[in-house]
């Protein structure tokens, strides 16, 4: 249980454009999705916190109009890149939180496979 | 000075070997302790997690905590070269319901036959 599927798995894009990742929660509901930020040999980055039904909390630094994100149902959580510029080439990770609790630590985030995105 | 100190590696072992992986962090406040394993181009896969200082068990894992060096570790015994890959420590506040996560860079492990 608590599988977190992300798509797509890799997208190549022309700067400029927009490009949108879903993240979902397949097994489980989650009330919290988080999207972060792994750059090559550096440690995920915590982006920002969504709630379904709710918006997006942004950590700081991070442009909450480029990186758009909708929580819109308690499986579904999407990102979207505006604007997209070859900086933001990065490898891009949600992970989610069960309703609820899940096992005895009910704190435990489940990660997706990962997008990885190159900016042309 | 970061929160979360990690060796990114890589450390190579032996088929067989005990490993052992370690962090340091800074922040006090931590109270929430996980390891994840990472495979390339994937995403993280938890491996452990404990709230209090001491040892928890897990088959080949051992998670160790010591709040008053703020300093964790991760054991793993009989090491396999299916093991082979990024360790990311990662911790949490009590104060942000344990959500807000702060990893370490990772450490490469190498497993040879």
């Known amino acids: 249980g608590a599988v977190v599927s992300q798509h797509p798995s890799w997208v190549i894009c022309k700067s400029g454009t927009s490009v949108k990742i879903e993240c979902r929660s397949l097994?489980?509901?989650?009330?919290?999705m988080f999207w972060y930020r792994q750059f090559p040999k550096q440690s995920l980055m915590l982006m920002a916190t969504s709630n379904e039904g709710s918006k997006a909390t942004y950590e700081q630094g991070v442009e909450k109009d480029k990186f758009l994100i909708n929580h819109a149902s308690l499986t579904l959580s999407t990102l979207t890149v505006t604007s997209a510029h070859p900086e933001d080439s990065s490898f891009y990770i949600c992970?989610?939180?069960?309703?609820?609790?899940?096992?005895?630590?009910?704190?435990?985030?489940?990660f997706g496979p990962g997008t990885r995105l190159t900016v042309l | 000075q970061k929160e979360v100190e990690q060796d990114p590696g890589p450390l190579s072992v032996p088929e067989g070997a005990i490993v052992s992986l370690n962090c340091t962090y800074s922040?006090?406040?931590?109270?929430?302790f996980m390891w994840y394993r990472q495979y390339s181009r994937k995403g993280p896969e938890l491996l452990m997690y404990?709230?209090?200082?001491g040892n928890k068990e897990d088959g080949r894992f051992t998670a160790q905590v010591d709040k008053s060096s703020k300093y964790i570790s991760l054991f793993i015994r009989d090491s396999q070269p299916s093991d082979s890959a990024t360790y990311l420590c990662a911790m949490a506040p009590r104060y942000s319901g344990y959500s807000t996560l702060t990893f370490g860079k990772g450490t490469m492990l190498l497993v040879s036959p």
């Open positions: 992970s989610a939180r069960v309703a609820g609790g899940y096992g005895q630590g009910g704190s435990e985030q489940f």
């Open positions: 404990t709230y209090s200082s």
């Open positions: 922040n006090s406040a931590f109270q929430y």
């Open positions: 097994d489980f509901q989650a009330t919290t």
